[in-house]
């Protein structure tokens, strides 16, 4: 019996209308009996919705919002279609189609896996990113054809993994084709966010479909060099350790002044840290200095031992080596810069290891 009501209900329905309560449906096939619409049926289609006309399998008819009389002049597609030279007869056969056309925020897209990119400051570099992007349906009759097919009811999510997966590939062409430095991707993130709706643009356009905004909320770097940067801030956060090595020390020492009962063993504590901040001011002062220069190389020659070349040797060498005898005034030496093989005897910086021989005498 509730069949039969069901079934004398829809035959009487005159009103074609859909309302949406699910708030993520984007195509909705609206249901008769064997798809039947009678002559001079209300079509209404709300604000944000458009209503298609599938027959056998062709788009037919496209109407926006507003309130509609079904009839011959109506239906200008659908009637060449079907033959109709004079007007139909009720009822008439069609496949009515509610494709929601308001924009569709808050959909999410990140890099599933890292994303290579080579920077000038830290060179080969792994970066994820996410954020989001809304879409708006522009052409309803395309998206049916392209997407939906003959589906009853179709969601947003049923094409959000397609679209989702389209984002992130043109996003990691754009980031590797930007060339902006590692830290500076934050400041250009509107900008290539906004690249990327001008370049998928044609995409998303394939399917009827429109991409309004799309939004990069964050680009990170890897673990490991967030730490770094860390490290490095705090070190530029410190400014001038001598500055804050007595910072420090005025609070320690205003600490054990309100604390008298401390004793000598707080005093000794305050002496000891006083001196290692001091130390630890003075061996950061001179690594950020770069610290003394390194001591200057010494001179080291070449000697001719029994025709044979030895060395090189330094100095304490060849002060040893004359006291022994083996290196003699007329011992043949030579270093870089001489343009020969010289006696000791002549070479200033070596006289002074052999002993002053006396003039002859008158």
């Known amino acids: 019996m509730a069949f039969w009501k069901d079934f004398i209900r829809t035959e009487l329905i005159d009103i074609v209308e859909w309302l949406d309560d699910s708030g993520d449906t984007l195509v909705h096939r609206f249901v008769r009996h064997e798809n039947e619409i009678k002559n001079g049926a209300q079509l209404i289609v709300r604000p944000g919705q458009a209503a298609v006309f599938v027959d056998q399998g062709r788009i037919a008819d496209v109407f926006a919002p507003g309130r509609y009389e079904l009839r ?22 069609a496949e009515v189609y509610f494709v929601t056309t308001r924009q569709i925020t808050n959909r999410k897209w990140g890099t599933k896996n890292p994303v290579m990119m080579r920077d000038a400051d830290f060179g080969p570099l792994r970066l994820r990113a996410f954020g989001s992007y809304s879409i708006r349906v522009t052409e309803p009759g395309k998206l049916i054809a392209e997407i939906v097919g003959t589906s009853g009811h179709f969601t947003v999510d049923e094409i959000g993994d397609q ?8 996003f990691t062409d754009a980031l590797g084709e930007a060339k902006v430095p590692a830290l500076d991707l934050a400041s250009n993130q509107d900008e290539i ?38 490290r490095r801030t705090s070190m530029g956060v410190l400014g001038d350790l001598n500055t804050y090595t007595q910072f420090q020390t005025a609070q320690a020492m205003e600490t054990a002044a309100g604390n008298p009962g401390g004793g000598a063993s707080d005093a000794m ?10 130390r630890m001011a003075a061996s950061m002062s001179g690594a950020h200095t770069g610290g003394p220069p390194p001591l200057p190389a010494q001179t080291t020659y070449f000697v001719a031992v029994g025709g044979a070349q030895t060395g090189p040797h330094d100095m304490e060498a060849l002060r040893a080596h004359a006291a022994a005898g083996t290196l003699t005034r007329e011992t043949l030496v030579w270093k870089q810069g001489m343009p020969a093989w010289t006696a000791a005897a002549a070479v200033p910086e070596l006289a002074s290891l052999f002993p002053a021989t006396p003039p002859p005498l008158p």
């Open 193 to 230: 966010g906004d690249r990327l709706i001008s370049r998928m643009q044609p995409e998303f356009a394939a399917y009827g479909l429109e991409l309004t905004k799309l939004l990069v909320e964050n680009i990170s770097l890897p673990e490991e060099v967030e730490k770094m940067l860390d």
């Open 163 to 170: 679209l989702r997966d389209m984002v992130t590939a043109r």
């Open 269 to 278: 504590g305050l002496a000891m840290g006083l001196a290692m901040a001091q």
């Open 72 to 93: 011959t002049e109506n239906l200008p597609i659908l009637s060449t279609l079907r033959g109709w030279k004079y007007g139909f007869d009720s009822p008439f056969k």
